[in-house]
């Protein structure tokens, strides 16, 4: 199943997507939802961040290739990403006008489906909606000289994530693309996580209660490039789809 979230008439709704159409739901995919008749092309509609999250928990330096010589954590390190820094597909990432070294982060996203509290590694998956492709946008400057990451990683618009919520995936084996004005930046599979999808909800979930469209952005993989105004960065996940978003300065 592939979910969506789109405007349309000005109206925001869920839908469930087949083809180059969305059928719009009842009610969001985090409740009994049923699928109704009404109906758009996709070309008519604009696609939106696929949920609203209350907090995007993203998990750092979980790809070897990604430590650059640093050792490998022993548990999952996440961080939070704020709410406020989410845009939609296609919409612009704008460097902020201080911030230096900016760098997309290609990552594999978790849509959790209901609420998780002390999940065990073995039925994790079970508090999975689906997945979709996130961007965790990066200020490396402030990322190295802040105490705390809040505007390295939560500056407006750096929080892309979209464009589906699709079903029924192995999070333990999906082709991950990067690229930049066509160009590939970072390629890699999800099958190079150090710290898997069920071991992350496992570690988070027992101290953090995770709620109905939360997000677990799980880590880039290689070394990403630099975002310079112009741009346009494009995040693809096998069996999900890409992820495009221009880029501006402010
Ligand atoms: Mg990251």
């Given at each position: 199943m592939r979910f969506a979230r789109y405007e349309a008439h000005g109206e925001i709704a869920y839908g469930v997507v087949k083809g180059s159409t969305v059928k719009?739901?009842?009610?969001?995919?985090?409740?009994?939802?049923?699928?109704?008749?009404?109906?758009?092309?996709?070309?008519?509609?604009?696609?939106?961040?696929?949920?609203?999250?209350?907090?995007?928990?993203?998990?750092?330096?979980?790809?070897?290739?990604?430590?650059g010589g640093r050792e490998a954590p022993k548990v999952p390190e996440p961080f939070?990403?704020?709410?406020?820094?989410?845009?939609?597909?296609?919409?612009?990432?704008?460097?902020?006008?201080?911030?230096?070294?900016v760098q997309e982060e290609g990552e594999l996203t978790v849509v959790i489906g209901k609420r998780c509290r002390g999940a065990a590694r073995a039925d994790a998956l079970s508090y999975v909606l689906g997945y979709t492709c996130g961007n965790?946008?990066?200020?490396?400057?402030?990322?190295?000289?802040?105490?705390?990451?809040?505007?390295?990683?939560?500056?407006?618009?750096?929080?892309?994530?979209?464009?589906f919520?699709?079903?029924?995936?192995?999070?333990g084996d999906l082709h991950l693309?990067?690229?930049?004005?066509?160009?590939?930046?970072?390629?890699?599979?999800?099958s190079d996580l150090i710290h898997d999808v069920p071991s992350i909800i496992e570690f988070v979930s027992r101290v953090m209660t995770l709620l109905p469209g939360d997000v677990i952005m799980t880590g880039t993989?290689?070394?990403?490039?630099?975002?310079?105004?112009?741009?346009?960065?494009?995040?693809?996940?096998?069996?999900?789809?890409?992820?495009?978003?221009?880029?501006?300065?402010e």
């Open positions: 719009q739901l009842t009610t969001t995919p985090f409740e009994d939802y049923e699928v109704t008749d009404h109906e758009h092309g996709l070309d008519e509609v604009r696609l939106l961040a696929p949920c609203t999250p209350s907090k995007i928990v993203a998990i750092g330096l979980n790809y070897a290739s990604h430590l939070l990403k704020t709410p406020s820094s989410i845009i939609n597909p296609g919409d612009t990432i704008v460097i902020p006008r201080e911030a230096a070294e965790d946008v990066s200020a490396r400057q402030w990322q190295r000289g802040d105490l705390q990451w809040w505007r390295a990683k939560s500056s407006d618009t750096f929080a892309p994530f979209g464009p919520i699709v079903t029924d995936l192995d999070p693309q990067a690229r930049t004005n066509g160009k590939v930046v970072q390629d890699s599979s999800t993989p290689g070394q990403p490039g630099y975002l310079e105004p112009g741009d346009t960065v494009e995040i693809e996940i096998e069996g999900i789809g890409v992820l495009s978003n221009p880029v501006a300065s």
